[in-house]
């Protein structure tokens, strides 16, 4: 299924399930996370989260949606950005990645993501986008779930509003080999040939299979 990005307030989405960006003590934070324990009843969501009691960096955790128009909250708990060197791209990846199975394994069909740990984490957000939009389009080969990727803000939309540009180039600058790689039939005795003309494309293919729900400048 195809990723879809729209400018919206996660906690109003109908999905059946809606991404919390949680921090590991699952209680009720400020941005996002504060916005989805008050739509959702900030005691009964709290309660909830207490009878867990905690998600390590990169796991996920789901509770009931309670208030909120999406049937549950899957809690996903993203990286502090320390400038690069502390794993914080696989803890962010596997923050999506433990998102996704979550949905999954519970037989979800549906599921909104916000921009993990580009708030108050401070994970530079292009970079947390390109990541986001690279694992969850990993995973979306192989699993059949209709996911949402929900900007909010105005810093935030004006990026989506440059991803035909400048996301392509960080694709390609960081993605592409790995992901075309990984597609090619390895019994192919042209792989070292055919793999370069794919990966010029890669990109353009990537960002083709994404839906872009706001209007572009």
């Given at each position: 299924?195809?990723?879809?990005?729209?400018?919206?307030?996660?906690?109003?989405?109908?999905?059946?399930?809606?991404?919390?960006?949680?921090n590991a003590q699952l209680v009720e934070g400020g941005g996002v996370c504060g916005a989805?324990?008050?739509?959702?009843?900030?005691?009964?969501?709290?309660?909830?989260?207490?009878?867990?009691?905690?998600?390590?960096?990169?796991?996920?955790?789901?509770?009931?949606?309670?208030?909120?128009?999406?049937?549950?909250?899957?809690?996903?708990?993203?990286?502090?950005?320390?400038?690069?060197?502390?794993?914080?791209?696989?803890?962010?990846?596997?923050?999506?990645?433990?998102?996704?199975?979550?949905?999954?394994?519970?037989?979800?069909?549906?599921?909104?993501?916000?921009?993990?740990?580009?708030?108050?984490?401070?994970?530079?957000?292009?970079?947390?986008?390109?990541i986001a939009l690279d694992e969850i389009q990993r995973y979306l080969m192989d699993h059949?779930?209709?996911?949402?990727?929900?900007?909010?803000?105005?810093?935030?939309?004006?990026?989506?509003?440059?991803?035909?540009?400048?996301?392509?180039?960080?694709?390609?600058?960081?993605?592409?080999?790995?992901?075309?790689?990984?597609?090619?039939?390895?019994?192919?005795?042209?792989?070292?040939?055919?793999?370069?003309?794919?990966?010029?494309?890669?990109?353009?293919?990537?960002?083709?299979?994404?839906?872009?729900?706001?209007?572009?400048?």
């Amino acid at each position: 299924m195809p990723l879809t990005i729209i400018r919206n307030d996660i906690s109003k989405m109908e999905t059946d399930a809606i991404v919390n960006a949680a921090n590991a003590q699952l209680v009720e934070g400020g941005g996002v996370c504060g916005a989805i324990f008050d739509k959702a009843g900030s005691q009964q969501m709290a309660e909830a989260c207490a009878k867990i009691g905690g998600c390590p960096v990169g796991g996920a955790v789901i509770t009931p949606g309670f208030n909120l128009k999406a049937k549950y909250v899957i809690h996903a708990v993203g990286p502090i950005w320390q400038g690069g060197n502390q794993d914080e791209e696989k803890l962010l990846r596997s923050a999506y990645r433990s998102s996704l199975e979550l949905a999954s394994a519970n037989k979800l069909k549906s599921v909104a993501f916000p921009l993990i740990s580009a708030g108050i984490y401070h994970y530079p957000r292009q970079e947390a986008l390109a990541i986001a939009l690279d694992e969850i389009q990993r995973y979306l080969m192989d699993h059949e779930l209709d996911v949402t990727m929900v900007l909010y803000g105005h810093s935030t939309a004006e990026l989506g509003y440059k991803l035909q540009k400048d996301l392509k180039s960080y694709i390609d600058d960081h993605y592409v080999e790995e992901h075309y790689y990984r597609r090619l039939p390895q019994e192919s005795e042209d792989l070292p040939m055919a793999a370069p003309a794919m990966m010029r494309q890669g990109s353009d293919e990537i960002l083709q299979e994404i839906k872009i729900d706001f209007p572009m400048k």
